[in-house]
């Protein structure tokens, strides 16, 4: 059936008919069709109040009663300038200047940017090369497909990539000592001493690597990286748009290293599910490299939508219940959840578990082994996709244990079928 609507990651050609959600509240997807599903990865990860959240949906109707967008250039509002303030507070110190724009990937791009330009700006020529880590996922536009390292989502631009280098991620999970992270850090030692007259940066995703299988690293090689690159002068970056706001146990996945990278970028969560944006934040450092007498020195990006007034109201809304209503406790009760729930799946088919903060993954032997899955949770009344040969959960905050537990005796069922 010929589509006027192009779906994104679709073979076209393939496309079968669609559910079709009417409505939402809380986890609850509701169909058309009549259905309703538990949804389990909480909208690619960034509905994480849950759906139809009246305090969310009151910040967006008071904001849309004053005005709905005003452009960033030569005005500015007071959601904007609350919503930096509010980042700059809760954020790794030092973080002190934000820079705002409309998705993820564009979030990476602006940070790729700043990084480029810093060196140009202080007058060192010559520094344009990016680092950053095998099975990472940073985005879809250009530069962000630079850093990537997932050919599925780049190999038809592979002629005009200008790529970086790919480093190995640290073996021993999250738990890994010294030893375990030796070979991986002495690996980036390498790299940056050898060619730290022509690197930029080094960005990766902390604790975990979300979309490129869920691996899990262990905090010792961020303290490492940070010294690294501080040692060699070579900027941090690291992307929080999928590890932000509390998903991995903390508010921020560097927290678990207790490290401030040079620049962090943010999204997702950061409106809830509601609308696209996002945030690249800045030290004072890399931010005092932009500044002079002309505009020469400046960083000349510009989202249309950047800072959008209801963008920064529902942010600011959606960060006042994280914190006012405990959630990195619901967090550390979802984690303990999946962790029990994942010692009682005995399976062939698995060769690997992996859970930090409100993600679940299991990875299996063959992606073959997920064929039908999609369809069968459906049937059960589970909105879960797995990625490759990974089955995982990143559930809304606001689940409860029972929407819980039916979610993973799902995924159990399939399993017991492959």
């Given at each position: 059936?010929?589509?006027?609507?192009?779906?994104?990651?679709t073979?076209?050609?393939?496309?079968?008919?669609?559910?079709?959600?009417?409505?939402?509240?809380?986890?609850?997807?509701?169909l058309?069709?009549?259905?309703?599903?538990?949804?389990?990865?909480?909208?690619?990860?960034?509905?994480?109040?849950?759906?139809?959240?009246?305090?969310?949906?009151?910040a967006?109707?008071?904001?849309?009663?004053?005005?709905?967008?005003?452009?960033?250039?030569?005005?500015?509002?007071?959601?904007?300038?609350?919503?930096?303030?509010?980042?700059?507070?809760?954020?790794?110190?030092?973080?002190?200047?934000?820079?705002?724009?409309?998705?993820?990937?564009?979030?990476?791009?602006?940070?790729?940017?700043?990084?480029?330009?810093y060196?140009?700006?202080k007058?060192?020529?010559?520094?344009?090369?990016?680092?950053?880590?095998?099975?990472?996922?940073?985005?879809?536009?250009?530069?962000?497909?630079?850093?990537?390292?997932?050919?599925?989502?780049?190999?038809?631009?592979?002629?005009?990539?200008?790529?970086?280098?790919?480093l190995?991620?640290?073996?021993?999970?999250?738990?890994?000592?010294?030893?375990?992270?030796?070979?991986?850090?002495?690996?980036?030692?390498?790299?940056?001493?050898?060619?730290?007259?022509?690197?930029?940066?080094?960005?990766?995703?902390?604790?975990?690597?979300?979309?490129?299988?869920?691996?899990?690293?262990?905090?010792?090689?961020?303290?490492?990286?940070?010294?690294?690159?501080?040692?060699?002068?070579?900027?941090?970056?690291?992307?929080?748009?999928?590890?932000?706001?509390?998903?991995?146990?903390?508010?921020?996945?560097?927290?678990?290293?207790?490290?401030?990278?040079?620049?962090?970028?943010?999204?997702?969560?950061?409106?809830?599910?509601?609308?696209?944006?996002?945030?690249?934040?800045?030290?004072?450092?890399?931010?005092?490299?932009?500044?002079?007498?002309?505009?020469?020195?400046?960083?000349?990006?510009?989202?249309?939508?950047?800072?959008?007034?209801?963008?920064?109201?529902?942010?600011?809304?959606?960060?006042?219940i994280?914190?006012?209503?405990?959630?990195?406790?619901?967090?550390?009760?979802?984690?303990?959840?999946?962790?029990?729930?994942?010692?009682?799946?005995?399976?062939?088919?698995?060769?690997?578990?992996?859970?930090?903060?409100?993600?679940?993954?299991?990875?299996?032997?063959?992606?073959?082994?997920?064929?039908?899955?999609?369809?069968?949770?459906?049937?059960q009344?589970?909105?879960?996709?797995?990625?490759?040969?990974?089955?995982?959960?990143?559930?809304?905050?606001?689940?409860?244990?029972?929407?819980?537990?039916?979610?993973?005796?799902?995924?159990?069922?399939?399993?017991?079928?492959?």
């Amino acid at each position: 059936m010929e589509s006027t609507l192009w779906y994104p990651y679709t073979q076209m050609k393939q496309l079968g008919e669609l559910p079709k959600m009417k409505g939402g509240q809380g986890v609850n997807m509701h169909l058309a069709d009549g259905r309703t599903l538990i949804d389990g990865i909480s909208s690619w990860w960034s509905v994480i109040h849950g759906y139809n959240h009246p305090k969310l949906n009151a910040a967006l109707t008071d904001q849309l009663e004053q005005f709905a967008h005003v452009m960033l250039g030569g005005i500015t509002h007071a959601p904007a300038l609350q919503l930096a303030d509010t980042l700059v507070g809760i954020t790794p110190e030092g973080l002190n200047h934000v820079f705002f724009s409309d998705s993820g990937s564009i979030g990476v791009e602006v940070a790729l940017k700043m990084a480029i330009q810093y060196w140009k700006n202080k007058g060192i020529h010559g520094k344009t090369r990016l680092v950053s880590l095998k099975n990472g996922y940073h985005g879809d536009t250009f530069k962000a497909m630079e850093v990537s390292d997932d050919s599925d989502f780049s190999h038809a631009f592979s002629e005009v990539l200008h790529r970086g280098y790919l480093l190995d991620i640290p073996t021993g999970g999250f738990e890994a000592s010294a030893n375990e992270i030796q070979p991986a850090v002495a690996a980036l030692e390498a790299l940056l001493k050898a060619k730290q007259n022509e690197l930029a940066a080094f960005i990766l995703e902390p604790i975990v690597q979300c979309a490129g299988g869920f691996h899990i690293y262990a905090p010792l090689y961020l303290q490492a990286a940070r010294e690294l690159c501080h040692k060699y002068e070579v900027l941090l970056i690291f992307d929080e748009v999928a590890t932000g706001f509390g998903r991995t146990g903390k508010l921020f996945a560097a927290e678990h290293a207790r490290v401030t990278p040079d620049i962090m970028v943010l999204g997702k969560a950061l409106t809830a599910g509601y609308m696209g944006h996002a945030a690249t934040l800045a030290t004072t450092e890399v931010y005092n490299s932009f500044l002079g007498d002309d505009r020469s020195k400046a960083l000349m990006h510009g989202p249309t939508f950047m800072a959008n007034a209801l963008a920064c109201s529902v942010a600011l809304k959606g960060i006042q219940i994280l914190e006012e209503e405990n959630y990195l406790e619901k967090i550390s009760g979802i984690e303990a959840i999946i962790r029990r729930e994942f010692d009682a799946i005995h399976s062939d088919a698995v060769t690997h578990k992996r859970i930090i903060g409100a993600i679940g993954a299991l990875e299996l032997k063959d992606a073959a082994m997920l064929n039908g899955f999609k369809a069968f949770a459906m049937d059960q009344g589970a909105w879960l996709r797995p990625i490759g040969n990974v089955v995982y959960v990143m559930p809304a905050y606001i689940i409860a244990e029972a929407e819980l537990v039916k979610l993973i005796a799902v995924i159990r069922a399939w399993l017991t079928r492959v």
